[in-house]
C-alpha cells in the first residue's frame, strides 16, 4: 500500500475465514470488497462496477493463488479493457490452452489429449491408441497434483477415468490425458518487470511429485520426502542457461511480462528441459520460505515491488545451499505433539518453520499436500545440506494418535 497509489482488495469467504486477515493492515486499503468465491461473476461484476463508479484507474490485476486466478483475470478484463487477450488468464490455469501455446513456441512439451465429460469410451479407445503410454490422467485446471494418476496400460484407461473424481476444490470436471515424462523434475522461480528478470532460481524436488503421491497412495509414506533443494547458479551454469531460454519462450508465448512465475520442467538424461506447467504466481507450500532465504529478505516484499512496477532490492541469500521441506505426519489420525518453537530453534541448520497444523488437528491422508510444517534449513556445502536434512527429519518429530483414523472411517 505504500508502493502504490491507491490499493484495492478483494477477499473471498476462504480468504476470510481461514487466512487471519490482517484487518487493521487492510484499513488502509482504498477499499476492501468481500466476495463469496472467485468464481461468481456476478459478484466480480459488481466489484468492477464499484471501482469504475467511484472513479477508479486500475493499472494491475494481482492473483497470488489458483483459487483466484479465473476471477482475476475476468477483472483484469473488465477493468482495464483492451489490455489482455480475452483467453490470457485461461492459459495461465488451463493446462490444455497453455501446452498448445507453448509447444507451438517451439517448447518441448508432453503430448496430451482432452477427455469429454460425461466420459466417452470410443473417445478414450481413440487417446489410448494415440498416446505412448504410460501416461498421467489429471484436471485440466488441477492444482497440488490433486486427483492426478499415472496409467500404464492402454487398457486401464477408461476404469481410471471413470474413477476420477476431481477434488471439490477444483470446480471444472474436465481431464487431459498426457504422455509421462522421465527425468529430474525441477521449478524454476522468478520476478519479472516489464519483462526483464528480477529474481530467477532453479531448484530440485526431493521426489517428483506424482512419486510422492504414490508412495503415499501405497502406503510408503516412511518413504515420502516432499521438499525443494535449490541448486545454486554458480555449480550449474549450464542449467541456468537452458531454464532461461525456455524460460523466454513461455513468457513470450503466453504474454507473461511482470510479477511472479512458478514454471515446471522435467530435466531429461541429456539435459533437454520439457515443460510441464506454469502458474503466475508464487509456489506453493515451502516455496516462499525457500524464496525468502534465498533473498536475504521477505519473498512477498520483492513480489509488492515488481508488482507496482519498482526493481527489487539487491538480494542475498543467507546460506549456500538451502532446502525446504514439509514436515510429515507419519499417519492419519489426531495430531497430539508438534514441536515446539524451542525444539526447531535448537536444532542446528533450521533457519524457519511455518506451522500450517497443530495438536488437536486431525490428518486424513486423503491427499499428500495435507501439510503439516514447513521447515527451511541452510548450510555451506551440498554434503553438509543433505546431512542436515537428514538429522532434521530424525530429530523433529509429529506424533498422531491413529484411533482418530480409526473412529472417522467407521463413522464414514
Sequence with gaps: MELADRVYVVLDEFDVGRMNPDWAALAGAHKVYRISNFNSLEELGTVAADVLSRGGTVDRVISFTEFSQFGAGYLDLLLRPGAADPFDHVSIRDKRLM??????AGVPAARFRSVS????????ASIAADLAFPVVLKPAVGFSTMNTVRVDEPGDLESA???????????APQLMVEEFVRGRELHIDALWRNGAEQMFLVSSYEQPRLAVIERWRAGERDLMV?????I????AAGLYGRARELQRLVNAALRIDGGATHLEVFEQTDGTLVFSEIGTRFPGAWGPDLLTQYAGYSAWEALALVSTGHPVKPMERTHRHLSSFDLKAPGPGRITAVPSDSEFAAVDGVLKWTRIRSAGDVITFDHPSEWCVFV???ADSAEELR?????????????VDGNAAADRATAA
Excluded at 226 to 230: A, K, M
Excluded at 387 to 399: G, K, M
Design 99 to 104: 501446452k498448445e501455446r507453448v509447444a507451438a
Design 117 to 124: 465429460h460425461p466420459v466417452d469410451a470410443e473417445e478414450i
Design 161 to 171: 477415468v471413470r474413477e476420477t473424481a476431481v477434488a471439490p476444490e477444483i470446480r
Design 226 to 230: 516432499d521438499g525443494s533443494t535449490l
Design 232 to 235: 545454486p547458479e554458480e555449480d
Design 376 to 378: 527451511t534449513v541452510g
Design 387 to 399: 546431512e542436515t536434512l537428514a538429522r532434521v527429519r530424525r530429530e523433529l518429530r509429529i506424533e
